[in-house]
T-cell receptor
């Protein structure tokens, strides 16, 4: 099973460039979310979605956009990258009521903005 | 910051010893989860404890929850070098779909 797949694994951007981090899950999970992890810190929620067509902001949404056109995909867009967005990004999915509310994480995307 | 607190920030032990790490959170919860993260990898779910449970076991893992103190502990018994990783607690105090993570404990188990 593929689980949660994130691409790319590594990316270097110049300040002001835009890019999209892709996330796909094959578990038919309703909930998907994006987190960022900075050195020495836990994960902080950027945006989340409780189903196709529904998205909402997390703790640190500024500078990021998301959309959820299908159940499987939840891309994260950086419209104008800033050095402060250098981080590791994790996509996650879950289905309420299944497996004790376990969250499944992707392997992460390392982003450097120079 | 909405993040919970974990202590210690880092823990270094020998194989065979027990490792205990603690997590505190801020508001009421329905459940608390512990995750493990190997260096350069994503998070892997270890165990979930519900607010009406006080203790839960899974293999060499023992988790306790004290809702009156808003704290939890994770005990790893008979540690192995392969247990070397960072461990994070996460709560649903902001809602199930908005997990709040602790700052993590880095565990180093030496052979």
């Amino acid at each position: 099973n593929a689980g949660v797949t994130q691409t790319p694994k590594f990316q270097v951007l110049k300040t002001g460039q835009s890019m999209t981090l892709q996330c796909a899950q094959d578990m038919n999970h309703e909930y998907m979310s994006w987190y960022r992890q900075d050195p020495g810190m836990g994960l902080r929620l950027i945006h989340y979605s409780v189903g196709a067509g529904i998205t909402d902001q997390g703790e640190v949404p500024n500078g990021y956009n998301v959309s959820r056109s299908t159940t499987e995909d939840f891309p994260l867009r950086l419209l104008s990258a800033a050095p402060s967005q250098t981080s590791v990004y994790f996509c996650a999915s879950s289905a309420p009521g299944q497996a004790g509310n376990t969250i499944y994480f992707g392997e992460g995307s390392w982003l450097t903005v120079v | 910051s909405q993040q919970g607190e974990e202590d210690p920030q880092a823990l270094s032990i020998q194989e065979g010893e027990n490792a205990t790490m603690n997590c505190s959170y801020k508001t009421s919860i329905n459940n608390l989860q512990w995750y493990r993260q190997n260096s350069g990898r994503g998070l892997v779910h270890l165990i979930l404890i519900r607010s009406n449970e006080r203790e839960k076991h899974s293999g060499r893992l023992r988790v306790t929850l004290d809702t009156s103190k808003k704290s939890s502990s994770l005990l790893i018994t008979a540690s192995r070098a392969a247990d070397t990783a960072s461990y994070f607690c996460a709560t649903d105090e902001e809602g199930f779909q908005k997990l709040v993570f602790g700052t993590g404990t880095r565990l180093l188990v030496s052979p």
